[in-house]
């Protein structure tokens, strides 16, 4: 209980002012219970504001004070969207993501499997260029990374968004940490019974790592889901935007015609669903492994 | 024995995918960048990238848009960790106390802001912070203040990008504060209150030394975060400055590091300057780490994450 009031309490109090100090605290426990439920609903209100905008007419958007709930419930936003390329672009994300998450598990998870599991030349030197690379900012590679693209012709193509991101020091990393405290027996009864390399890695050590596997995926599919930058200089068809870019491209057609913005929020509301979902059935392990990572 | 010539190769079979990728993706474009950085190139077709040795980087710190850029961003940094640390720590700590009704409410909607896109959440505070229809001029308003153009005004530019930073990125320390305080047995609060340790004196003693490890977790991925900005700032400052878009808001207010390189790249076409840039913002982040884990004596054999 530190720091629920900022009095400082005397060593032993007399026996009567005990009811005067519990009387204090109890104040001041109510206050902070009322501030901290005004925050969340801080927290909450764009949130709100988005979903409830996005059924608004333009009128009711653009005008004070704002409403909570829309005046006149009105779809126009989200029909409007349909006309756009937004439903494509939804499906270009989901596509995008899903395959690069999944490659980004399977190729970190064997790297993680064979940096815990075998002894072998180098693999402490290689290990430490793994795990350095975790200080190279994605963003400084966009360039040369651009440049690159340009020669493999691969400019406006869904490979661009996947595989420059496959190989995923950060998984290998924590997933490394998780592996390497798995009893080493298990291994060596399943080499015993004869079973390949390969079953080891699928059958014993994956379904073992399958909480920090599921933390690590939430991890990816946010950064996937929201990634900006490089899908904005490699795409230039407007048939492959993903979803950032895409609701991006509907933000600059409101700066002619104000009537996009209901638009654009039906888009946001659409675009933040499954972000949400996953993020609320996976908050428990995400948690665990944002913390699991930081012990490690 | 089968098992053992196979488990002599394997670790290479496993291993051959990610290094593929590893050496084409990064490694090799990490060398690339450098490379570019010490030329004109300007992406066109068929303009080969031409040897120019320093002068992108002695051009570039003559720019004062850059060093505008450099102290945008390090003073976002400042003001992110000096704005959201405290926040984070007094959630996380009420939130940790027994006595907190609606606790699984709390929590999800703090959580959230980590679940919402990015680019949604800047759009979403576009309008919010709009000085015709938003609700915070309309807040303001009902005390008699504003309207303000709060994206469009040089002077609160920056508040307004720091607003929109406390919502989206107060979550992620909070869940590390709350773990960190988890990890502190109670018993070293009983013995502080035998001691006569009062609350504030408990706080200071017994919480803050024994969050040092977290707290240092906190601002290192903090002061990188901002160090990184584009998105939100991309985003929130779109209607505003001259060009939209590349221009970093009024006066220059919003333009950051990687903004900078975006626009050096982009709209003025020097890509080869943008990778320059783009080394220098990787230099500078390192330093800082370094900095940060120094100070902190994270180095040090003993130090840092001993205590989890």
Not at chain 1, 3 to 8: I, S, V, Y
Not at chain 2, 44 to 62: D, F, H
């Amino acid at each position: 209980m530190p720091a629920t009031d900022t009095e400082r309490r005397p060593a032993a109090p007399p026996a009567g002012s005990r009811d005067l100090s519990l009387y204090r605290r109890r104040a001041v426990r109510i206050l902070l219970q009322v501030l901290l439920v005004v925050a969340a609903l801080l927290a909450l209100y764009p949130l709100i504001f988005m979903v409830s905008g996005s059924f608004k007419r333009v009128s009711e958007l653009t005008s004070l004070p704002p409403t909570l709930i829309p005046r006149a419930f009105d779809p126009g936003g989200y029909e409007q969207l349909a006309t756009t390329g937004f439903p494509r672009w939804f499906a270009n994300s989901i596509f995008v993501t899903v395959l690069r998450v999944s490659l980004t598990i399977l190729v970190s998870s064997m790297a993680a499997f064979a940096f815990a599991v075998y002894r072998f030349p180098f693999r402490r030197t290689l290990f430490i260029i793994v795990v350095g690379s975790l200080l190279l900012p994605f963003e400084v590679l966009y360039l040369p990374l651009l440049s690159l693209m340009i020669d493999l012709d691969w400019m406006n193509t869904y490979q661009a968004l996947i595989l420059p991101f496959v190989a995923s020091g950060f998984s290998v990393f924590v997933i490394h940490q998780y592996m390497v405290s798995l009893p080493s027996e298990l291994i060596q009864a399943a080499r015993v019974d004869g079973a390949s390399e390969w079953r080891i890695y699928w059958n014993v050590a994956m379904p073992l790592a399958r909480p920090i596997l599921g933390a690590i995926s939430v991890i990816l599919f946010i950064q996937t889901w929201n990634s900006f930058f490089w899908p904005l200089i490699v795409l230039q068809d407007t048939d492959l935007f993903v979803l950032p870019v895409g609701l991006t491209a509907l933000l600059a057609r409101v700066f002619h015609e104000q009537d996009m913005w209901t638009a654009v929020l039906a888009g946001s509301t659409l675009m933040t669903i499954p972000m949400v979902i996953v993020f609320l059935v996976m908050q428990r392990q995400l948690v665990a492994g944002l913390t699991e990572g930081f012990k490690a | 024995m089968r098992g053992s010539r196979e488990s002599r190769f394997a670790p290479y079979l496993f291993l051959s995918p990610f290094l593929i990728l590893f050496s084409i993706f990064t490694i090799y474009p990490a060398a690339l960048g450098i490379y570019l950085s010490l030329t004109k190139w300007t992406g066109a077709v068929g303009q080969e990238p031409e040897l120019i040795g320093l002068s992108n980087y002695r051009r570039m710190l003559k720019d004062p848009s850059f060093l505008k850029a450099l102290t945008n961003t390090g003073w976002l940094a400042v003001a992110a960790v000096i704005v959201i640390v405290p926040t984070a720590l007094f959630l996380a700590m009420i939130l940790n106390t027994h006595w907190i009704r609606l606790r699984t409410f709390l929590r999800t909607a703090f959580f959230l802001p980590i679940g919402t896109p990015t680019v949604v959440i800047a759009m979403v505070f576009i309008v919010i912070y709009s000085e015709h229809y938003g609700a915070l001029n309309w807040l303001l308003g009902l005390v008699g203040l504003g309207p303000f153009d709060f994206t469009g005004t040089p002077a609160f530019v920056k508040p307004a990008i720091v607003g929109l930073l406390l919502w989206q990125w107060t979550s992620v320390p909070m869940i590390y504060f709350l773990a960190g305080l988890q990890g502190i047995p109670p018993s070293l609060y009983d013995a502080a209150l035998v001691d006569g340790a009062g609350p504030w004196a408990s706080f200071r003693r017994v919480t803050l030394p024994l969050l040092r490890p977290v707290s240092l977790l906190v601002l290192v991925l903090l002061v990188n975060d901002a160090i990184r900005i584009f998105d939100q700032i991309f985003i929130l400052l779109f209607f505003t400055g001259a060009p939209y878009q590349t221009s970093g808001g009024p006066g220059e207010q919003g333009l950051t590091l990687v903004l900078y390189m975006y626009r050096s790249a982009f709209r003025f076409r020097e890509l080869g300057f943008g990778a320059a840039v783009g080394v220098s913002i990787f230099v500078l982040g390192l330093g800082i780490a370094l900095v940060q884990l120094w100070r902190f004596g994270a180095l040090r054999k003993e130090g840092g994450g001993a205590g989890h």
